[in-house]
């Protein structure tokens, strides 16, 4: 089954340079199975045909809000739609959005629509950052609206960089996915999940880290958001991108990720502790740069001296919210089972994703991962190869179930 299968988009386009950009998200959106009416406005005929919109989404896109056989267009377009996506959104569009114009076709189907709404605004820098348009964007917020905030980078050309940037198709689409999430399944629940290395400073250039990608726990992350969570990603170094959704938090060392944690467990239902702090830091880190040949104190002959560092699960336990749903992970090497087991009991946990360093296809780095879960007073489960992305879900399919036990 295809993530978007049978389910109706009724994408809007305003007149902006950044409307070449959702030609290609009317193919993602298409590509992923579903159908999209493609409304545009006049002004961005100027920009990109409604023929190129037709030959991506095989099907006929819409303009003039009069016009023989056209008259009820909006009221049938926007009963139809599943969600209602602007993309992009013009200063002008947003404009007359917050004033409940229907002057066109597409203000017209916005008010006549009662599915989700997203607005995806671009606009030069300046245009984006004037009181009024800050007003607009407040009020549609205010009516129940999703309004994306722009990126910042390069505008059009001639025009500098700054925020006013509309985001990638593939941004805009996850973003979609979360409005057409039937289940919502964690909607009003805020969920912390810790990702990826950290780094423990030997000098200023230099420090201690390990493998891991962070690709396991963002996955978490971005799954918990599909399904309504408000989720603050605790991040140590990652390979992999987030997309927009979960608010992330970076941090370097294993004591800064202890910080945030601490700071946001008290509020959280759940606590996912993917990352793979340092267990070790150097006792002490160099101000300057340790130098190749400088004979004194830091002299690269010297051996560096390892501390422990603090374990974060363990030293916040106090922190919790009463009923939180706290998950670890195991990477081991041997023992699988016991060693999980043992974790599982120090650290206080409600459940442990066990997984190993040295089977192929599982642990550190890769797209796939086979782990054991074990649960707090239950049985051992064994979860097959599967890819990270599908694990997210089973892991939080166990999490729903531990927090409405409670
Ligand atoms: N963890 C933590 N704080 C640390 C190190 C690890 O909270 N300083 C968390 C990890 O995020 C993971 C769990 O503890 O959820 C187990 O991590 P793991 O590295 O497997 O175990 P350790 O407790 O570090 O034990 P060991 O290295 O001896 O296997």
Redesign the pocket.
Known sequence: MRPFDGRRVLLGVTGGIASYKSVMLARLLTQGGAHVDVVMTRASQEFVGAITFEAVTGRKSYSEIFGPGNALDHIRLAREAAVFVVAPATADFLARAAHGHADDLLTASLLANTAPVLLVPAMNDRMWANAQTAKNVAHLRDLGYSVLDPDAGPLAVGEGTGPGRMPEPETILTQIARLLERRGTLAGRRIVV?AGATREAIDPVRFISNHSTGRMGVAIAEAAWRRGADVRLVAGHLDVAVSAGPYVHSVDS?ADMRALVADELPSADVLV?????A?FRPARAATRKIKKASGGAGDPAAPITLAQ??????STIALRKPGAVIV?????TEDLLS?GEA?LKQ?SLDMIVVNSAVEKGAGFGGETNRVTLLIAGGQAEDVPLMPKTELADVILDRVEGLLNGR
């Open positions: 810790t294993a502790m993917a990352a793979a702090p267990d560092t603090e374990d974060i699960l363990k670890g992970f195991a990477l081991e060693n974790k650290k």
